[in-house]
């Protein structure tokens, strides 16, 4: 990174599937830390050897600031805090993530299950979460960010940019002068973050259109001038306009699948999950109807399909080319 912009990576290890987390250490007054890892025995020591390597200690944090409250970013925070007295920074809508996941879940239950998702899976999935709860220590007080804001240090600023999708909160770090963007989830080299459901009470359906979200906020990285992307897993990204370019070609391919699939039946989100990504489990057939359902809410704005509520699910299908004239773009 450039002489103006001095910052760290640190390898965190997670219990997850998407393996290692980024944490970023900006070597600078005040010394911020950004997404410090999960609440584990093995993130807590890979920390404590990182910042060791680098001639700092835990109590040397001064700020620590959070992409998104999902547990393999967010976990190790208020330990951290509570070690060194630091800041912690994060939008009040992942907060409530580090209050505990269980209590989230369950109060997403009822739209889950009008995506059809069956009672016995979603119990599963509750069992999980109260497991993962061990993984944060719930903050006692944070320091509320919500985009627009800007983090001052000693040479240099950090704008502070909105970018919701994977997460209703997700934040991202611009340094402008270098043109180096802090991703977290945001915008990641080998995968496509989740647009997973969240809760919308002003929405007709209760419910955010998520992935629309997210394909507003890759607009807006796509209009910045970045050079260089740091993101919360996986290798830098050196275009980011390319990596945008392909992740929404990813997107307009999964719709134009999911669109065929419903050529001829009304399909309820999970059997469209079920029947695109099959052998799920539990909490991975969330992530399954999180991001099918993110496809249908673009496809039924387009007139694409229709849906319809039947014993309290939401099925979809087609609408007949005789009724709609709108093509996929």
């Known amino acids: 990174m450039g002489a103006k912009f001095p910052v760290s990576l640190l390898e965190i290890p997670t219990p997850f599937d998407v393996g290692p987390v980024n944490a970023y250490l900006i070597e600078a007054e005040p010394l911020t830390l950004v997404d410090p890892g999960p609440q584990t025995p093995e993130a807590e020591s ?3 050897a990182g910042l060791r390597t ?7 944090i001064k700020r620590i600031f959070i992409t998104h409250g999902h547990y393999d970013h967010s976990g190790l925070a208020g330990r951290i805090a ?3 007295g630091a800041a912690v920074y994060i939008n009040p809508l992942e907060a409530l993530s580090l209050a505990g996941w269980v209590n989230l879940i369950i109060r997403k239950s009822a739209i889950f299950k009008t995506g059809g998702i069956p009672t016995q899976v979603f119990d599963e999935v509750v069992a999980m979460a109260q497991m993962s709860d061990t993984l944060v220590k719930t903050l006692e007080d944070f320091i509320p960010l919500c985009g627009g804001e800007v983090l001052p240090f000693e040479d240099f600023e950090l704008e502070v940019l909105h970018t919701p999708g994977h997460a209703p909160g997700h934040l991202c770090l611009f340094q402008r002068e ?3 963007l802090l991703a ?3 915008l990641l080299a080998d995968i496509t973050p989740n647009p997973f459901l969240e809760l919308d009470q ?3 359906d209760g419910r955010l259109k998520s992935l629309k979200l997210y394909i507003d906020s890759l607009n807006l990285l796509e209009r910045l001038p970045i050079n260089e992307v740091l993101p919360g897993h996986g290798r830098i990204i050196k275009d980011h306009r390319k990596r945008i370019t392909e992740i929404k ?3 307009l391919l999964r719709s134009r699948k999911i669109a065929g699939m419903l050529d001829s ?3 309820s989100p999970y059997q469209l999950a079920m029947e695109l990504y099959q052998d799920l489990d539990a909490f991975n057939s969330l992530l399954g109807v999180s991001e099918v359902w993110g496809h249908l809410d673009i496809l039924q704005d387009e007139g694409i399909i229709e849906r319809r509520l039947e014993e309290g699910i939401y099925r979809f299908q087609t609408i007949s080319a005789n009724s709609c004239s709108d093509p996929i773009h």
């Open 184 to 186: 977290g989830d945001m």
């Open 265 to 267: 039946k009304f399909l």
């Open 54 to 60: 680098l001639g700092y200690c835990m109590q040397d």
């Open 46 to 48: 890979a920390l404590h």
């Open 178 to 180: 270098e043109r180096i």
């Open 202 to 204: 002003a929405a007709q």
């Open 249 to 251: 070609e990813h997107h």
């Open 82 to 84: 509570g070690l060194s």
